[in-house]
């Protein structure tokens, strides 16, 4: 009986920790379920302030104090920012610069985790959540997701309909930043910043560690490797 109680308890517990679960939507296309307190860097300044990343470009977004509208914070005005006790940085990306999460860290070089949303996906018709399938014969104008926190909104009025979009499915790839390289976190892109002196211990270092590229403990051992 005590076991039965026991079960049924660790049931309830997984159940309601899946309801509570976070998952960002139209109306708050947000990494965070709320605007945390954070500190963004700027060479040697800092500030404080709320702030959370909006999917649309992976910008980072601050509430300001003064109006209560949010607002993108502009790239040259950003280094870093810790919000809650996750670092992220602007990282170059070939759709533009992001902020990713840094997951591994080795004196300079970095790994990161980019979050992110397909919104073309987002934009074509089918079921599901948005960005969980793709339909190229009725593609639909960006516009129509509606989507929240744009164009400086009241943080007040965007609350307010928080809860009403449509869900969005957020998919997670992983990039290193070896030297001056920002590069993606694969064997091949690795390789080919791979000085000709360290080739053989390149090979050598491959086959001792079975590197997993979506696992940040695999990612910190390639980081270490160019130190």
């Known amino acids: ?20 679960a976070y998952t960002p939507n139209t109306k708050w296309p947000y990494v965070y379920e709320n605007f945390t307190e954070g500190t963004l860097y700027r060479g040697k300044d800092y500030s404080v302030a709320q702030f959370n990343i909006h999917y649309m470009g992976n910008v980072l977004h601050y509430i300001s104090p ?3 509208k949010i607002y993108t914070a502009k790239g040259n005005d950003v280094d870093s920012v810790m919000i809650a006790d996750r670092k992220y940085v ?13 997951v591994a860290q080795s004196g300079g070089n970095m790994a990161f985790r980019l979050d992110y ?3 073309d996906a987002a934009m074509q018709s089918g079921g599901g959540a948005y960005g969980s399938s793709s339909n190229s014969s009725a593609t639909r104008n ?4 509606d989507l929240g926190g744009m164009n400086n909104p009241k943080h007040g009025l965007l ?8 869900n969005l499915v957020v998919r997670s790839r992983y990039y290193l930043r070896i030297g001056k390289f920002d590069i993606e976190a694969n064997k091949k892109s690795v390789e080919q910043i791979v000085p000709a002196e360290k080739e053989e211990e390149w090979k050598q270092f491959l086959k001792k560690n079975k590197i997993k590229w979506k696992k940040p403990e695999s ?4 980081l270490e490797f160019f130190k």
């Open 219 to 222: 990612l910190q051992l390639v």
């Open 117 to 119: 949303v397909d919104f």
């Open 1 to 20: 009986m005590i076991m039965r109680k026991q079960v049924l308890l660790m049931t309830m517990s997984v159940v309601a920790l899946l309801a509570s």
């Open 90 to 102: 602007l990282v170059d990306h070939k759709d533009g610069r992001k902020m990713m999460e840094v």
């Open 66 to 68: 003064e109006d209560d």
């Open 142 to 145: 960006l516009s129509s997701l």
């Open 159 to 166: 609350l307010q309909e928080k809860n009403d979009g449509k």
